[in-house]
């Protein structure tokens, strides 16, 4: 499990390919690896990865096809900054949301624009996770933990402030960019949670709608 708060930005050093997967070498920045084993987990762009080597100034991880299909891990290349968070311990400080580093999906950067010091992004999600985005909700893009401050359909406006522009991969975002987006744990699970006992119906998957709410007492007429 993670926050959401970025410790570091750093960049990766090295894709190789390895036994129909990839191998990453990520190069860790000011990120503290002195409490870091091997088999450890460490976030990169959100993506919640297994250190296997540590050759001192960072680590490297084996990254599935699973997760490059399913992530914009592909459009990484060497080079390409990365948000970097170690997994947090029972004394960690939560001071964004909690994250599991397993990314629900690939959205776009839509625009970007100025706003006093801010910078506010539009982001467009894919359109299966629309509904668990909501106004001053929480959502991860790329790793960090973020505040929804308008929803409209399946875009979605942030507001960034300088702070978080410095000390993540957010300062080099620009239209069209693909980011990793995370929803809220809490908006899944209680999803699932309201199917009741068809959850356990072959094929019953997240199929909320408002008639099945109204049907099962949980909208009054």
């Known amino acids: ?58 680590f490297a991880a084996d ?46 950067v839509v625009s970007r624009s100025d706003n006093a010091r801010a910078v506010e992004f539009r982001i467009r999600a894919p359109k299966e996770l629309a509904k668990y985005i909501a106004h001053k909700g929480s959502i991860t893009v790329d790793g960090t933990s973020l505040t929804v401050n308008a929803v409209d359909g399946a875009e979605f406006l942030l507001t960034i402030i300088p702070h978080t522009l410095s000390e993540t991969i957010m300062a080099s975002y620009k239209p069209g960019r693909r980011v990793n987006l995370e929803v809220d744990l809490l ?22 709608t408002e008639s099945f709410l109204a049907a099962n007492g949980y909208l009054k007429s």
């Open 187 to 208: 908006a899944r699970y209680l999803e699932r949670l309201l199917l009741g006992d068809k959850a356990a119906e072959p094929s019953a998957g997240a199929t909320i």
């Open 63 to 108: 990254v599935s096809r699973e997760t490059l299909d399913c992530t914009a891990m592909n459009d990484l290349k060497s080079g390409s900054p990365v948000n970097l968070e170690k997994a947090l311990t029972p004394t960690t400080r939560l001071g964004g949301h909690l994250v599991s580093g397993h990314v629900d999906g690939v959205g776009e």
């Open 1 to 58: 499990m993670f926050t959401g708060i970025i410790e570091s930005i750093g960049s990766i050093r090295a894709l190789t390919p390895k036994g129909g997967d990839v191998r990453v070498h990520v190069e860790t920045g000011k990120l503290d690896l002195s409490d870091v084993k091997l088999g450890d987990s460490i976030a990169v762009n959100g993506v919640c990865l297994t250190a296997v080597e540590l050759p001192g100034n960072g």
